[in-house]
């Protein structure tokens, strides 16, 4: 089976898509359309799109299956637009890390859920931004995860599962609340943390230095600190009613721990180093 | 030129340095010495060394070079207790990632810093601990940073110099207090960061979540938290006068962060965020 696709917002997860699923066979024409003309003109070059649109609306017309590849505070002034134009036949879905806050937002913007639109989130980003990092294999056993509203289309979540299924990622579905909750805790907190310790250490050490001895552990803690700023300031704000706890606990454990350092008590610091490489070790091992 | 070596503690620094300075043709017979039976054992059956000694004492019987690759915390003590045994043809050198304090406390067992010890420290380590991960080129193109004390005697200081020479690594010196509030910055607070952050998301979710989510980001950033923990708590105890000011900043950035997300604030977070990828950018950059 192959379908057309509209891929609205093509970066570095939208030309993924999009290379994936010409590979895999799946899409005969990928229709595309990018709020940036640079971007737009580069997807166009590059073979992610058959054909560059001047808008959404001209994108969406012949396709099928409809991605937005855009940033969580974008979706739902795209599906407001779009709405008048989506046919019975067509699916949407869109691959931001937060959910439930896009989901209340597209509500507060076409007064409803639309039962065309299927959340969807791979989990497959990387530090890299833009089409030029394009990779068709990007998904590949890695999980791409569905949070459907109580009216989403189940013939439309089967739709998208299956384009997932086809870039070869293995399908998870949840709710928003949990999806949030669960990435607000491995992939947002952990991203603010490896921003802040950048802005720390350039604060408290010389430039020259910082480049001069970083070891591979500190370059890899902070690897996701080159991650788009504009994203993930959007994804932080969105997910900050479930973020926020999650930054106040690590906080307070940092507190802790600067008190048990003052107390020059080693025991606890030993404790608590101890339960986190054996946490940490069990993440090797391959996922269930 | 080749020497006669002494290897007291034999872990994946010792063991590396072992095969790296056989390999270069600079060590012709390596005496080995490990509080742990077992990883005495394990050297001699990796050939690692070539004799397995019953004491640091009869380890350094014959050896030109004595190499002290244990924790931080146990330096001072060998120190006091090799003292008697030292010839004035040996030199002795350690690869701790602590200097200041090690030096402070060699002079309280010893009643003054010999001038036959060398403190050095190549920046090389992995998350991996023991001598089964040793590998012969750890410290090709690392640097390896010197920190002579007043009286330390040139000749040996240049001795081992030539030894991280021969294994391929880059020789920086600096004062002991350069060197422990700049490896407080780009190691120790990044090992507390990440063991924090594993503890805190222990706490937060299902262990079946996190095996099964944790994407790229997480591992990376998560990996020194498979750090040995004894060695750890050793060395943020010992350069706790340098760490915990770090560790106060990057609490008080966190806090910041969260009155910033309290207050639905974007542009402080975006401006922290850009900052932060600007800087992270620039360590890609291949070192001055």
């Given at each position: 089976m192959s379908i057309s696709l509209a891929l609205i917002g093509i970066g570095h997860i939208g030309g993924s898509m999009a290379y994936g699923l010409r590979a895999a066979g799946t899409a005969h024409a990928i229709y595309g359309y990018d709020a940036d003309a640079d971007a737009l003109k580069l997807a166009r070059d590059m073979d992610i799109i058959d054909a560059a649109c001047e808008t959404p609306e001209a994108a969406i017309q012949n396709a099928e299956l409809i991605v937005?590849?855009?940033?969580?505070?974008t979706i739902a002034e795209i599906c407001r637009q779009l709405e008048p134009h989506i046919t019975p036949a067509q699916t949407v879905t869109d691959v931001g890390s937060v959910k439930g806050p896009v989901l209340d937002s597209i509500a507060q913007a076409c007064g409803h859920v639309p039962a065309w639109f299927v959340p969807g989130h791979p989990i497959a980003g990387t530090e890299k931004s833009g089409a030029?990092?394009?990779?068709?294999?990007?998904?590949?056993n890695r999980y791409a995860v569905l949070t459907p509203?109580?009216?989403?289309?189940p013939a439309k979540i089967e739709q998208v599962r299956w384009m997932w299924e086809q870039l070869g990622a293995r399908l998870e579905q949840m709710s928003a609340a949990q999806h949030d909750a669960l990435f607000a805790g491995v992939s947002h907190l952990p991203h603010v943390l490896a921003y802040a310790l950048m802005n720390v250490l350039a604060q408290e050490l010389p430039t020259t230095d910082l480049k001069r001895y970083a070891a591979g552990g500190l370059l890899d803690f902070t690897r996701?600190?080159?991650?788009?700023p504009d994203l993930w300031t959007d994804i932080c704000h969105a997910n900050r009613d479930q973020l926020m706890p999650m930054l106040e606990q690590y906080r307070h454990h940092i507190q802790n721990l600067l008190e048990t350092m003052r107390d020059e008590r080693t025991e606890p610091l030993h404790k608590a180093f101890a339960s986190a490489k054996r946490i940490r070790d069990e993440l090797n091992d391959p996922a269930p």
């Open positions: 937005l590849a855009t940033p969580p505070n030029q990092h394009a990779s068709g294999g990007l998904f590949r509203a109580d009216g989403t289309d996701i600190a080159s991650s788009n």
